[in-house]
């Protein structure tokens, strides 16, 4: 079972910048690490993910340009640089991890994310 924990979510002015953090107590079987969003009254959304082993990078297209997805693997822990942000990027944002293998990673919280986060919220004011 691998447990993951969110953190660095807050209140931040449009056009600022925040860093949120997924740290995951086991990578060992995980094939990718999603970020994913969530606003009252709106479906799951995909921001982005990492193919853990090789590190290749996967961005929702309402994000590209803005955010940057990175990990360290030395503390199991992904990271989320969000810049440039929006009133519309206001949402509790979860990590998911996935230990199936496919080409791509799921750009919908299908079963194949076995395990998540407990999210954290961000809340861009204009």
């Known amino acids: 079972q691998v447990q993951l924990v969110e953190s660095g979510g807050g209140l931040v002015q449009a056009g600022g910048s925040l860093r949120l953090s997924c740290v995951a107590s086991d990578t060992f079987s995980i094939y990718f690490m999603s970020w994913f969003r969530q606003a009252p009254g709106k479906e799951r959304e995909f921001v982005g993910a990492?193919?853990?082993?090789?590190?290749?990078?996967y961005y929702g297209d309402s994000v590209k340009g803005r955010f940057t997805i990175s990990k360290d693997d030395t503390e199991n822990t992904m990271y989320l640089q969000m810049n440039s942000l929006r009133p519309e990027d206001t949402a509790v944002y979860y990590c998911?991890?996935?230990?199936?293998?496919?080409?791509?990673?799921?750009?919908?919280?299908?079963?194949?994310?076995?395990?998540w986060g407990q999210g954290t919220q961000v809340t861009v004011s204009s």
């Open positions: 998911a991890a996935s230990p199936i293998w496919s080409i791509s990673p799921p750009t919908t919280p299908t079963p194949d994310y076995h395990y």
């Open positions: 990492i193919r853990w082993s090789r590190g290749v990078l």
